[in-house]
């Protein structure tokens, strides 16, 4: 079991560290537009395509997984935490099928497209020239894929009652006490 949680956890820390490192391009990205513009009067072509369809997808898609690892997307419970304990253990378990499950759904149909706008060589005429786009399809199901695994692992997790080992992106957050983690 820690086997897979260490490769899933390794997965998950490979496509943040991705994500992080579109991010730091990004930045570069519009700082070197930006001095082109105004410094020498010669922006660069295709600054809002690249930033838009190259970065902000990546950026927004590969961290999917770290997200959900971390139970970290937005939840609600206003009344679930007055349940009893087995009716609020029933529901997460039902949440981590449901995530999985729709997850996985949007991962295949959007590796579908991804599929196709390779095989169709999808680009985009920017300033005159092409640009390649068929690689800004690629983070949604790499994104979703993964946040799928991550979900369907929690769930065998909780139905067989092991701690599910993704630990790795845990980290201390200065605003819980007592060294809790989010």
């Not at 950026?59 to 971390?70: H, N, S």
């Not at 009716?87 to 959007?110: E, K, M, N, Y």
Request: glycine fraction near 8%.
């Amino acid at each position: 079991m820690k086997t897979i949680a260490s490769a899933i956890s390794w997965l998950i820390s490979g496509t943040a560290t991705i994500a992080g490192i579109m991010v730091l391009m990004l930045v570069a990205h519009v700082t070197i537009d930006v001095v082109m513009r105004f410094v020498f009067e010669t922006p660069l072509n295709s600054t809002i395509l690249y930033v838009s369809a190259f970065y902000m997808v990546g950026i927004a898609f590969l961290p999917l997984a770290a997200v959900e690892q971390r139970d970290s997307h937005i939840a609600v419970e206003l009344l679930v935490e007055k349940f009893p304990t087995k009716v609020q253990s029933f529901l997460a378990g039902l949440a981590l099928l449901l995530t999985c499950i729709v997850t996985a759904t949007v991962a295949i149909r959007t590796g579908d497209e991804a599929i196709a706008k390779y095989m169709g060589g999808a680009f985009s005429i920017e300033a005159g020239g092409k640009v390649i786009t068929w690689p800004t399809y690629l983070p949604l199901p790499i994104g979703f894929g993964l946040m799928s695994i991550v979900a369907g692992w929690k769930f065998v997790c909780h139905m067989t009652g092991r701690p599910h080992g993704l630990d790795a992106l845990r980290i201390e957050d200065p605003y819980l006490s007592d060294g809790d983690t989010k």
